[in-house]
């Protein structure tokens, strides 16, 4: 019997694409009749959705205004690399030790990576390829829970690496040190893969922050 997947789960993945590459921009507040009569559904999933994005983090819920997109502030990105550069190498230590091989085999590593360096005028194919190897490092924990929390970080900083390609951030550091620390998966070397993972996401963090107001105040 095949499951269906609930139709909120859709809805959530579209109003996220539509957040990270810029048709719904920082700061908007949504219009929730026109957004369910443009994807063509009632206000009862689109709602659903939305509620899901803002447990997230990625919209915000004012009492009685609706939902809006918050601004991008550097001060949230270098939180939430922080985080990552924490939860994900421990999930990359938490997987078993022969399991190298079978990360390449899940994740098609190394056409991620080179997907990605071959579409260095295309933010969007970017931010996915980069999208798709952060969650690979994700699944390499046996966790449920901690899988799901380095997931939604992942989301999080989706629309910061989008709007970052757009002001001149270049990906090349962050896919070399994803291409050594899978290297390392590879050797069984669960430890060196971690750090070298850990330190790339804090480097990035250093780096987004800079890009972006440190706080932004006064949110309509």
């Known amino acids: 019997m095949f499951e269906r997947k609930p139709l909120r789960t859709d809805v959530s993945a579209e109003i996220l694409g539509r957040i990270i590459d810029g048709r719904i921009p920082s700061g908007t507040r949504i219009n929730e009749s026109h957004l369910s009569l443009e ?4 206000r009862t999933p689109l709602r659903e959705a939305m509620l899901c994005l803002t447990t997230e983090g990625t919209l915000a819920s004012d009492m009685g205004r609706g939902f809006r997109v918050p601004h991008l502030a550097g001060r949230e990105i270098s939180d939430l ?6 939860t994900l190498p421990a999930a990359v230590r938490q997987g078993p030790v022969n399991a190298g091989d079978d990360l390449k ?13 071959m579409a260095t005028d295309d933010p969007g194919a970017v931010c996915e390829n980069i999208y798709k190897l952060l969650c690979g490092f994700c699944q390499e924990s046996p966790n449920d829970v901690m899988k ?3 997931k939604v970080l992942v ?3 989706l629309r910061y690496l989008f709007e970052a ?39 990035l963090g250093t780096d987004l922050a800079q890009r ?6 006064g949110q309509a």
Do not use: Y
């Open 155 to 157: 989301r999080k900083c």
């Open 39 to 42: 994807l063509g559904i009632s």
């Open 165 to 203: 390609h757009a002001r001149g951030w270049n990906p090349e550091p962050l896919l070399n040190a994803m291409d050594a620390s899978l290297d390392r998966l590879r050797q069984g070397d669960r430890l060196a893969a971690a750090d070298l993972l850990g330190r790339a996401l804090r480097e």
């Open 105 to 117: 085999a899940h994740l098609e590593a190394g056409n991620l990576i080179g997907r990605a360096r």
């Open 81 to 86: 690399l922080a985080t990552l550069a924490v």
């Open 148 to 150: 799901g929390q380095c």
């Open 212 to 217: 972006f107001p440190a706080e932004v105040g």
